[in-house]
T-cell receptor, first 109, second 113 residues
Framework: GQNIDQPTEMTATEGAIVQINCTYQTSGFNGLFWYQQHAGEAPTFLSY??LDGLEEKGRFSSFLSRSKGYSYLLLKELQMKDSASYLCAVTDSNYQLIWGAGTKLIIKP | TAGITQAPTSQILAAGRSMTLRCTQDMRHNAMYWYRQDLGLGLRLIHY???????GKGEVPDGYSVSRANTDDFPLTLASAVPSQTSVYFC????????????FGDGTRLSIL
């Protein structure tokens, strides 16, 4: 079967750095997405990785290792507004998006 | 503002009744999707459409139907609602399928009693 694993919840301190991991087992791979979802709101696109390595976008970076079936989202200089759920999703061989259950990130002052 | 509009925002529905959730996008995206999101579970795909005139079944299609008469509209119909269909429903669109980011509507919160 197809599976995406992420931690259910993480806590971090304002101003710090946090890494949210995602591991996947899917039938084929055509890219990995990270989305942010604030409570009661819609998911919004953060990043896309299809090749191995690190993609940096401001305070957010996303890393992919296809051989390990592994990705992480790195958030630097955490702000209170970063409190949200972070969703990992993988495009499989049929170009269908398989979603993880999300990681709820709690930022404390 | 360009984007996806869903209606209604929320609804309480008696079991056995039918209901259509509306979704309209003005980005001229080819692909559209319907998801349900339940606590503790990831987004689950109900139905999708890669282009106007075509639809496909997702992971959890039973009890739902869709149509895609034109590029902009992608309504989701529950023919005879059951309590297990209580959920938050999101409509999304993308320029193409698979490796294009999806843009989401604000969701419809549906309670079946």
């Amino acid at each position: 079967g197809q599976n995406i694993d992420q931690p259910t919840e993480m806590t971090a301190t304002e101003g710090a750095i946090v890494q949210i991991n995602c591991t996947y087992q899917t039938s084929g791979f055509n890219g990995l997405f990270w989305y942010q979802q604030h409570a009661g709101e819609a998911p919004t696109f953060l990043s896309y990785n299809v090749l191995d390595g690190l993609e940096e976008k401001g305070r957010f970076s996303s890393f992919l290792s296809r051989s390990k079936g592994y990705s992480y989202l790195l958030l630097k200089e955490l702000q209170m507004k970063d409190s949200a759920s972070y969703l990992c999703a993988v495009t499989d061989s049929n170009y269908q998006l398989i979603w993880g259950a999300g990681t709820k990130l709690i930022i404390k002052p | 503002t360009a984007g996806i509009t869903q209606a209604p925002t929320s609804q309480i529905l008696a079991a056995g009744r039918s209901m259509t959730l509306r979704c309209t996008q003005d980005m001229r995206h080819n692909a559209m999707y319907w998801y349900r999101q339940d606590l503790g579970l990831g987004l689950r795909l109900i139905h999708y459409s890669n282009t106007a005139g075509t639809t496909g079944k997702g992971e959890v299609p039973d009890g739902y139907s869709v149509s895609r008469a034109n590029t902009d509209d992608f309504p989701l119909t529950l023919a005879s609602a059951v309590p297990s269909q209580t959920s938050v429903y999101f409509c999304a669109s993308s320029e193409g399928q698979g490796n294009q980011p999806q843009h989401f509507g604000d969701g419809t919160r549906l309670s079946i009693l």
